[in-house]
């Protein structure tokens, strides 16, 4: 069983920068691939960005890859989102997610988190 628990998120302009933190429970959290995943209001959960579980390998959505950097710690048991020029599209609520596979799927995805919103003013 894995528990992740998100923060970081807020309000910020256009052109800002957030950095989200991800904190998962469990002596396995340290084998999971961790995705970030966001949900804009009226739409459908969207991948944003993966990392392996040992941190060596990383995937981007192409709407977020040269302004996002997923990173983990598995010292701390944490997976970080930095998000930079954000813009009002990255309005949404970002949930990160543990699963076994390396894929963009949602369906991929064991576990996830709360959620934590961001919002991006123009």
């Known amino acids: 069983q894995v528990q992740l628990v998100e923060s970081g998120g807020g309000l910020v302009q256009a052109g800002g920068s957030l950095r989200l933190s991800c904190v998962g429970s469990?002596?396995?959290?340290?084998?999971?691939?961790v995705g970030w995943i966001r949900q804009a209001p009226g739409k459908d959960r969207d991948f944003v960005a993966l990392?392996?579980?040992?941190?060596?390998?990383?995937a981007y959505a192409d709407s977020v890859r040269g302004r996002f950097t997923i990173s983990r710690d598995n010292a701390k048991n944490t997976v970080y989102l930095q998000m930079n020029s954000l813009k009002p599209e990255d309005t949404a609520i970002y949930y990160c997610?543990?699963?076994?596979?390396?894929?963009?799927?949602?369906?991929?995805?064991?576990?996830w988190g709360q959620g934590t919103q961001v919002t991006v003013s123009s």
């Open positions: 990392v392996s579980w040992d941190g060596d390998s990383t």
């Open positions: 997610a543990a699963g076994r596979g390396f894929t963009h799927s949602t369906a991929n995805y064991d576990y």
């Open positions: 469990g002596r396995t959290f340290s084998g999971y691939n």
